[in-house]
């Protein structure tokens, strides 16, 4: 998930990391991990195919120099992004192969910025979600609005085979934004307590109650992991680029903040 920057002066943060962050040539064809995944079939052979030519990379078909490039973002458009994802083994969670997934989407959410990525965004088919939200990025957006939407920062969180829990009925409505729909937000209504349990990155089981901000957070990486996108489930027509973000909503579109019924 991007991270909410409002800033004017940030605006350049919306661009595609690879203007702004990376000024280094990345291509597609150069993402590669160490090792392939053999074990890596999908339902609909079709897809299959389309996948491979997009994220190929990640079945080991990639340039064999560039083990050390940092994976693309994968953009919507791309099936990989909109197939369920499957679960990790939680006995292949120690190997070699899932502890790099695991830091290439970390090194990706931080170099994006995003306050949160899914393991299919780097063209990865597996469930697997990172988190994170910092003072920095928070600092960039006005006061009333951290309030409103009771975000806080917190600590790096890898969450392996996410499970997902409503706690309460409160839901909000606030515009989000995606890295793999980059330049783009939309009005989204989520839960505002949820509890989301599953294993860490070493394999040992987690639970934590999130709410406000990193809950919708939290909503949104598991999302991905079932290949829904947050357009697939915005507010019809609140859908905006980022320079609009600050107009008005068209008339009959419910208010932003706690849904009140
Ligand atoms: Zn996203």
Known sequence: MESLFRAPSLRLLFLPAAVVVSPAPRCPTLRTLATPFPSILRRNPASFSSTTSRAGWFLGLGDKKAKTELPDIVKAGDPVLHEPAR????????????????????????????????????????????????????????????????????????????KLKKKSDRTALFFEGCLSVDGFRAVVERSLDVEVSGLDRDGKPIKLDASGWQARIVQHECDHLEGVLYVDKMVPRTFRTVDNLDLPLADGCPKLGPRRS
């Open 87 to 162: 679960e990790v083994d939680p006995k292949e969670i120690g190997s070699e192969r899932i502890q790099k997934i695991v830091d290439d989407m970390v090194k990706a959410m931080r170099r994006a910025p995003g306050v949160g990525l899914a393991a299919p965004q780097i063209g990865v088919p597996l469930r697997v979600i990172v988190l994170e939200d910092t003072s920095e990025y928070i600092s960039y957006q006005p006061k009333s609005e951290i309030k409103a939407q009771d975000r806080r920062a917190f600590d790096l969180l890898v969450i392996i085979n996410p």
